[in-house]
């Protein structure tokens, strides 16, 4: 049994140490906390340069107000900051507090930074080794901060061991200054490694672009140049708090969320409530294991967020969550629904590349093909008790046929976005034609859509619509789920689920929505009271009712391999145009492709 020692005062220099862990995880973490710094200070220009991904050498130059001497022996002092004027915690308007990561990084490093404020005639430069602190010497640099790290970890050797391969370490610092690159356009960034550079970001003019144009061709250089042709404007107000930012297409996914990107005033953020909001705003146009892109700007008072709740402040906390998700979802949906029947032009560029000129007859051109079982397959079956429902959405495309005096078959083709039909492949393809070149469309994708949304409407125009039970279900869910659940019990009673207290940590269901047909009672319940927990909304039991909503129209649409009139095409392409979210089917698939004719003369030799 060892002995019991008396309290004491941990040397400054270890508590430093102690900090750094909590700060600076890697060298990304001391870029990101550098980089802030400067940003902070006013910087137009920021250069980061690695060697060995940060492990042995990096440095951080920035053009911004620079310091004096005596401003840097207090900014490698603990506590010591410029950015809490009033002293208040609760009115951050910085990124980070310079007197909190130098001396950490100073103290598992051999550190040294060299400023030069506007207006002096001489530089400074103070080293530290492993927290040893130097006094400041006179220097030769021009206005700015220069901060140089050579061995980081030398002084915690067992935080090396975590360290990865120079490569990893270098691409988790790319990524860190790509964040802060997006929120901040009007500043240059460079980063080079051994070398060589790995972004090269130069300022945005601010006469030539306006603020939106300038982030979104920030944002092109980051994402990619598809994400700009393909991503609708974002801006919304609600009780103080401001949406902006660009969203990608439904057709324009990715298999995992890494391109998606949050920032709440200027601050990159990984947070669970923004997250969520992003993928319940897509929950009803995206297959489940496939993720939008998007760059979202959050701009909230400072009174009503928390970034303090991480070290890093890589998370935060919001006064009131419902506000901030609420207008998440509902500004994202409203882009996409103004976006109309619009798709992804990375379709029609796939489809291009998909076609390849020959000089014979051996091989002939790929003109599509289907086989015949649409996009129903892998995705579940629709609860029982839903074929009522069902028969009046099984009418062929809603009475496309009687459309026939209304779409004669010479109609002009540039009178219509989509064009005219003029055949129908493998019975699954319409291809039209527009006054710009040929569209292509998969009818089941497409009247799938037609059909959700009509599904949608209804719901909206009429309420869900709910079933008695015949033998009231007890679902055990504890106090505290039991208490939130009946809360809210009229609002789940609005969305067809009716429940009422039984007993002592236990609720009694009476009521589901009619269109659910036969489900896990318990499930649904216990998910609803987990869910009502964490996000403190019911949008999880609407996300359910949508989500059956699609499945019900993928199996009632109009399915591939049946043939249709020109009529019946003509017909569909028209619903198409004045439906949203026609570009895609439920699950995030285009509906059509469009080609253009110019596209097609070059694969011709025509141009």
């Not at 002293?87 to 980070?96: A, E, N, V």
């Not at 699609?550 to 019946?568: D, F, I, N, P, Q």
Request: hydrophobic share 40%.
């Amino acid at each position: 049994m060892s002995a019991i020692r008396t309290l004491r005062r941990l040397p400054s220099t270890l508590v430093n140490r102690i900090a750094a862990g909590e700060v600076v995880e890697r060298p990304a973490s001391a870029v990101k906390e550098l980089v802030e710094n400067a940003l902070d200070a006013g910087a137009r220009r920021i250069a980061v340069t690695l060697k060995e991904g940060g492990r042995t050498f990096l440095s951080v130059v920035d053009d911004g107000v620079g310091m004096s001497a005596d401003e840097l022996r207090l900014a490698v002092e603990r506590h010591c900051t410029s950015k809490l004027p009033d002293d208040d915690l609760t009115d951050i308007r910085t990124l980070g507090f310079r007197g909190e990561a130098l001396p950490s990084i100073a103290s598992v490093s051999r550190f040294t930074i060299t400023s030069r404020p506007a207006g002096a005639d001489t530089a400074w430069s103070l080293e530290i080794d492993g927290g040893t602190k130097g006094e400041p010497r006179p220097a030769a640099h021009p206005q700015g901060t220069r901060v140089e790290v050579r061995e980081l970890f030398f002084a915690t050797p067992a935080r090396l061991k975590f360290l990865k391969e120079s490569r990893t370490e270098s691409s988790h610092v790319a990524d860190a200054m790509r964040r802060l690159a997006m929120a901040h356009p009007e500043v240059a960034f460079r980063l080079e490694s051994e070398e060589r550079a790995l972004i090269d970001l130069a300022a945005a003019n601010g006469s030539l672009l306006s603020g939106d144009a300038a982030r979104l061709e920030r944002l092109a250089a980051i994402m990619g140049r598809e994400f700009a042709e393909n991503a609708v404007a974002i801006d919304a107000n609600r009780e103080g708090f401001r949406l902006t930012g660009f969203a990608g297409l439904p057709t324009l996914n990715r298999p995992t969320s890494q391109h998606q990107y949050l920032f709440v005033n200027g601050r990159p953020v990984r947070d669970k409530l923004l997250a969520g909001a992003v993928r319940g705003a897509y929950q009803d146009f995206l297959a489940r294991d496939r993720h939008p892109m998007v760059a979202l700007f959050l701009e909230a008072p400072t009174e009503m967020v928390d970034v303090n709740v991480h070290p890093a402040k890589t998370e935060v906390r919001f006064r009131d969550a419902g506000i901030v998700r609420g207008m998440i979802v509902g500004a994202l949906r409203t882009a996409l629904s103004a976006a109309g029947h619009r798709a992804s032009t990375t379709v029609s560029d796939a489809a291009l590349g998909a076609f390849r000129p020959h000089t014979g007859f051996s091989t002939p051109l790929p003109m599509g093909g289907g086989s015949g079982g649409g996009y129903g397959g892998g995705y579940s079956s629709v609860p029982r008790g839903l074929a009522e429902a069902a028969m009046q959405f099984m009418a062929p495309l809603d009475g496309l046929s009687a459309r026939v005096e209304e779409q004669p078959a010479n109609i002009a083709p540039g009178n219509y976005p989509l064009g005219v039909a003029r055949a129908q492949l493998h019975e699954t393809y319409i291809v039209a034609q527009t006054d710009r070149g040929v569209v292509i469309v998969d009818q089941h994708a497409a009247h799938e859509r037609l059909v959700h949304e009509r599904l949608k409407n209804q719901l909206e125009a009429e309420g869900v619509k709910r079933q008695a039970l015949l033998l009231p279900e007890v679902v055990e869910i504890g106090e505290d789920g039991a208490r939130r659940l009946t809360q809210r019990a009229a609002e789940l009673a609005d969305m067809g689920l009716v429940l009422e207290p039984f007993g002592l940590g236990a609720v009694m269901v009476r009521e589901t929505p009619a269109v659910l047909g036969e489900l896990d009672i318990q499930g649904l319940v216990r998910d609803l009271a987990d869910e009502l927990s964490e996000m403190g909304d019911h949008l999880s039991l609407k996300e359910k009712v949508e989500e059956v909503c699609g499945t019900l129209a993928c199996h009632t649409s109009v399915r591939a391999g049946r043939r249709l009139t020109v009529e019946e095409m003509n017909a569909l392409l028209r619903q198409m145009e004045a439906t949203p979210h026609s570009g895609q089917c439920n699950h995030g698939r285009p509906t059509y492709v469009e080609l253009k004719l110019a596209d097609i003369e070059r694969l011709f030799g025509r141009r």
